[in-house]
């Protein structure tokens, strides 16, 4: 496991993970055009829990990575943003205890924050965690299908998301139009396509 300077980032793995995500921003279509496997993960806070990183750094093995790079998009001035983390320290380092003294943040002092990402170190695959508890989750259809039969609730983990945020309407004592979230209808046709976001929408809205 080692820790990358911002020059070692934008010269070793900014290139990579521009092969799977183009910009930083997760309501703004961030997937590349090459991965064409993709969904939303919900709920999900700093890490990815799991079962769910269990199966992807398992599906990312079967592909050929030997490890990955993790980014925090809200960079800290004082602190290493950037890393790489070989697979055979990779359960300790993410998923471990400050008392085990592997994990990044101690190892390392890379204190993981709201807005990360977790992406292949071949640019096969990736995880977009954001401010909104939710993720972005791509890869080849190989891959998710791997992921899928470890994580049978892959493909509903949307539903929760939509509605957490029709509770957020109701709370608030308003009609539950999602339209009314500006990023979100151009978000779920960028992850789903057109028909199947328009769809998902409709039923979280009269559900």
């Known amino acids: 496991m080692r820790a990358l300077t911002e020059l070692e980032y934008q010269v070793e793995a900014e290139p990579i993970l521009r092969k799977v995500f183009v910009n930083d921003n997760p309501f703004d279509r961030p997937f590349s055009p090459s991965i064409t496997a993709r969904r939303m993960i919900y709920p999900c806070e700093c890490y990815v829990d799991q079962p ?5 750094i398992a599906a990312a093995a079967s592909s050929g990575d030997t490890g990955c790079y ?20 990779f359960s300790e380092a993410y998923n471990g205890t400050e008392e085990n003294g592997r994990l ?29 508890r939710y993720g972005l989750l791509g890869g080849s259809p190989e891959f998710i299908e791997e992921i899928r039969r470890s994580v ?13 945020c029709r509770g957020s309407f109701e709370y608030l004592g308003m009609e539950p139009d ?5 990023w979100l209808p ?16 409709r039923n979280a809205i009269n559900s």
């Open 52 to 56: 769910l990183i269990d199966a992807v």
């Open 70 to 89: 993790l980014s925090l998009l809200w960079k800290h001035p004082d602190h290493p943003n950037h890393c790489y983390i070989p697979f055979s320290e």
């Open 186 to 201: 151009g978000l779920l046709a960028h992850v789903y396509g057109p028909k199947k976001a328009r769809k998902l929408l």
């Open 152 to 164: 049978p609730d892959l493909d509903t983990q949307v539903y929760g998301f939509l509605q957490n």
């Open 104 to 132: 990044v943040a101690v190892q390392l002092g890379l204190e993981v924050n709201l807005e990360n990402v977790l992406y292949s170190s071949q640019g096969k695959w990736g995880i977009f965690l954001c401010q909104e």
């Open 178 to 182: 999602l339209y009314q979230i500006e």
